[in-house]
């Protein structure tokens, strides 16, 4: 399965784009990243995926990089509710499981 | 409203008392999981199921036993729970082990004394 890497904690001023980055370098060419995010200790809520090409929906925008080894969720106006921990994940595994990392704490303040 | 219910939400319990955490989905999905989550090891999945009468282990399975008698439901049982699996656990489900979105529970805070 491809590993991720993601900053462990970011702050945003609210109202302004939240750019949450995160490295897999070692994806291969089948492998879908997805973006789930949990707030405070509730279930982890599915926010995005793709594959090759930018996504977006009415949560938020997917950046993938031409080579795949990288991407950029973003938030385009965040607000104090989009405070959570935010995960990257690249879906592997024969059975579709899917692998969290610790992912990336976002604080979005006043 | 489509979901997934987790009974009871939080439980306390001694070591060595069998306990059943109840797991249901609304959405006809074939695919559902457990999770367990402990701070700084994040999410970590117990066992999953990918249609009724079929289970498998996940990364963390040993202490814990799963039954998929019926599409909807997905219990999580503990026949002699232990202090290491106080935990906050998490029920997911989604369409099939191929669809994307998975949708979880609300979680259930369990503390072995």
């Known amino acids: 399965d491809a590993k991720t890497t993601q900053p462990p904690s970011m702050d945003c001023a609210e109202g302004r784009a939240a750019n949450l980055p995160c490295n897999h370098s070692t994806i291969s060419g089948n492998e879908y990243v997805y973006w789930y995010r949990q707030i405070h200790s509730q279930g982890p809520q599915y926010i995005i995926h793709?594959?090759?090409n930018n996504e977006t929906n009415e949560m938020a925008s997917l950046i993938i990089t031409e080579d795949r080894k990288s991407s950029t969720l973003i938030l385009p106006h965040a607000t104090l509710r989009d405070t959570a921990v935010y995960y990257c994940i690249v879906r592997g595994g024969s059975q579709g499981n899917l692998i969290f990392g610790k992912g990336t704490k976002l604080s979005v303040k006043p | 409203e489509a979901q997934v219910t987790q009974n009871p939400r939080y439980l306390i319990t001694v070591t060595g008392k069998k306990l059943t955490v109840t797991c249901s989905q609304n959405m006809n999905h074939e695919y559902m999981s457990w999770y367990r989550q402990d701070p700084g090891l994040g999410l970590r999945q117990i066992y999953y199921?990918?249609?009724?009468?079929?289970?498998d282990k996940g990364d963390v399975p040993e202490g814990y036993k799963v039954s998929r008698k019926e599409k909807r439901n997905f219990p999580l049982i503990l026949e002699s729970p232990s202090p290491n699996q106080t935990s906050l656990y998490f029920c997911a489900s989604r369409p099939n082990r191929l669809d994307t979105e998975a949708f979880f529970g609300q979680g259930t805070r369990l503390t072995v004394v």
């Open positions: 793709g594959l090759k």
């Open positions: 199921s990918m249609n009724v009468e079929v289970t």
